[in-house]
């Protein structure tokens, strides 16, 4: 049997849609596109453009020097940008011990000839390598998402590097933007995740009320849509606002509409994305009657009373606003990039607009000012200022503290920004990629240059033709849109049967909790535990398989993560330790959701109460 044909039987194993793959491109490709030789120690190396991937002396001692200087003391998952002929990946495997390895090799006939060449099959049948062989960088999220808690580690080999520098770049970029995502992610769960409970329980009843965004999906195709963002440029569209209204949707996120009602213009979307309390105080004496509201039901619920006008509610990204949609309606998803203006664009492109123009999306700091003039945020400032640290200072903090630098404007200038907007930046610029034929424009001249999102003056802009008419039919037409007449017997009929599914898996916890103390007294007498542990491993089965865990556990990710870091085993009593607090945290979890879900039960049944 040959190299390759032994390689393809394990893959057939662990893989057999890359294995049928590389049959099918064998059997069409005879012939290696590049240059073999053999090195001094007999194994064999690649030579591409004029370069050799691996050392003409020894291929296995080069690849062992190379991860050596690059393993980490706290990864416990690696990616390795490019295969080669496998060597890096054999060193990899030896020198540790149950890491994660993802294999990322953009060339396919590359990875073909690898196994032609040589045997290994003690990588592609350790179980802890996972190979995206000719794939989109993209791809690559949804594997590591598979790998919740895993400290990450991309390792690229330089000569595979200078081979594909474009992708190797693409997936450096892709992987320091998803590691910067989840840390803010867990440590704004760590912060806000109760807060999100309480709120999605506490408007649940509008799961029955509100129709989802679904319903409004290309409603406005053939008009283009304004974004109105809270930047500090906006206070050079706000004169104009009212003509602008005669050739646009308007559609706001919520730290503008303030500015938007000073300027006597009531925008047609209000989109609301971020449930703090705070967030919510941008609305305060915003008096709206007609403004239509976006959101998702983790709102801080006084949005809802303060914008009066028709809502509309978005899927929610949490485990427990999933549960009840798959109950009752799922009303639609808006892509997070971690701000409401994100979700603006994107809710602006739902919509089926023909072109989106954003106004006040500065994603930076013009002259070092953070948002338009009175913002919430600006008020915020001068309210909380005094003798020792006035606003001045406070503006200023708010600018250094998250990393200020200079970046290209769309003037071709310079503007200021940090590495909070970054994220957003990159965010938006993935998009333009994504959606080549939807036309994006930016007409803040001082805002941050966004690839892919032209730089358009106020004096094109009103150069549109006036449609408002058209809108307002449309609008109309939005207003008239109810949602499916039995929606409130199946939400009280999903939370009854949650309440349910909570108390068995409380059962569970308890039990758990019992468990443990009784294997944590076995260990101290020096008794045999594997009567114990066997029916805690038990119990977890029957954990996972409970359809309330994603919920109960929601608020534990955090816990689970530091657990998820501990490379080394435990010893003894820091499993009985680390077990009792999972189970006792899971209990308390369990009765928080209860308790609020016992009142979305009440609520749900009186919406006025």
């Not at 991937?53 to 003391?73: A, C, G, M, T």
């Not at 009175?374 to 909380?384: I, P």
């Not at 076995?522 to 954990?543: C, H, P, Q, T």
Request: glycine share 6%; hydrophobic share 40%; aromatic share 8%.
């Amino acid at each position: 049997m040959s190299f390759l044909e032994s390689n393809l039987a394990i893959l057939d194993k662990y893989n057999p849609p890359l294995a049928a793959l590389l049959r099918n491109v064998s059997e069409r490709n005879s012939l290696s596109p590049y240059s073999l030789s053999t090195t001094r120690t007999g194994q064999p190396t690649v030579e591409i453009g004029g370069q050799l991937i691996h050392s003409r002396f020894d291929p296995v001692k080069e690849s062992d020097r190379f991860v050596e200087n690059q393993l980490s003391p706290s990864a416990s998952l690696y990616i390795q940008g490019g295969f080669g002929l496998g060597y890096h990946s054999e060193a990899l495997l030896a020198k540790t011990a149950n890491e994660i390895l993802l294999v990322v090799e953009p060339d396919l006939l590359l990875f073909l000839q690898a196994l032609s060449l040589r045997d290994l099959t003690e990588v592609t049948s350790s179980g802890r390598v996972v190979f995206l062989v000719n794939r989109e960088v993209e791809d690559i999220i949804t594997v590591l998402e598979q790998f919740p808690g895993k400290e990450v580690q991309l390792l690229i080999v330089r000569s595979l590097y200078d081979y594909m520098s474009e992708y190797y770049d693409s997936l450096r970029n892709t992987i320091t933007n998803y590691i910067s995502r989840r840390k803010v992610n867990l440590s704004t769960l760590q912060k806000f995740g109760k807060l999100w409970l309480r709120n999605l329980s506490e408007n649940a009843h509008l799961l029955a009320t509100a129709p989802g965004i679904t319903t409004l999906e290309k409603t406005f195709e053939g008009l283009p849509t304004l974004l109105i963002a809270a930047g500090p440029s906006l206070d050079l569209i706000l004169p104009i606002l009212g003509e602008l209204q005669n050739r646009f949707v308007i559609v706001a996120v919520d730290t503008a509409l303030r500015a938007c009602l000073k300027a006597g213009i009531e925008p047609d979307f209000t989109v609301v994305a971020d449930p703090q309390f705070w967030n919510s105080r941008h609305l305060d004496r915003c008096i709206t009657g007609k403004s239509i509201l976006i959101s998702d039901i983790s709102t801080f619920p006084s949005v809802f009373r303060q914008i009066r006008g028709k809502h509309f509610l978005c899927s929610s990204a949490f485990p427990l606003g999933r549960y009840l949609e798959a109950q009752t309606e799922t009303k639609g998803k808006l892509k997070a990039g971690g701000s409401v203006s994100t979700a603006a664009w994107d809710f602006c492109r739902l919509i089926g607009s023909t072109e989106i123009w954003c106004a006040g999306l500065d994603l930076g700091f013009p002259d070092k000012q953070t948002h338009c003039r009175g913002s919430f945020f600006e008020q915020r400032v001068h309210w909380l200022s005094h003798r020792d640290r006035p606003a001045e200072n406070a503006s200023w903090h708010a600018l250094i503290d998250a990393g200020l630098h200079t970046v290209k404007s769309n003037d071709g200038e310079s503007t200021w920004s940090d590495r909070r907007m970054k994220l957003y930046i990159q965010w938006f610029e993935e998009q333009m990629s994504k959606f080549p034929s939807l036309q994006s424009y930016n007409i803040s001249p001082k805002g941050v240059n966004i690839e892919g999102m032209d730089y358009a003056s106020l004096e094109d802009a009103l150069r549109k033709k006036p449609s408002r008419g058209e809108i307002e039919k449309r609008i109309t037409h939005i207003r008239s849109i109810v949602p499916e007449e039995n929606l409130k017997d199946k939400l009280i009929s999903a939370i009854s049967s949650l309440l349910r599914e909570l108390s068995a898996l409380n059962a569970f916890a308890e039990k758990g909790m019992d468990l443990t103390n009784q294997l944590e007294k076995l260990f101290y007498k020096g008794e045999d535990l594997s009567e114990v542990l066997a029916e805690l491993d038990r119990l977890d089965d029957s954990i996972l398989r409970q359809s309330g865990k994603e919920i109960a556990g929601f608020i534990l990710q955090n816990f689970i993560s530091e657990i998820l870091k501990e490379k080394e085993s435990p010893d003894p009593e820091s499993i009985i330790r680390n077990s009792r607090s999972l189970y006792r945290k899971l209990h308390d979890s369990i009765c928080f959701n209860r308790e609020l879900m016992e009142k979305a039960l009440k609520n749900s049944k009186n919406p006025q109460v």
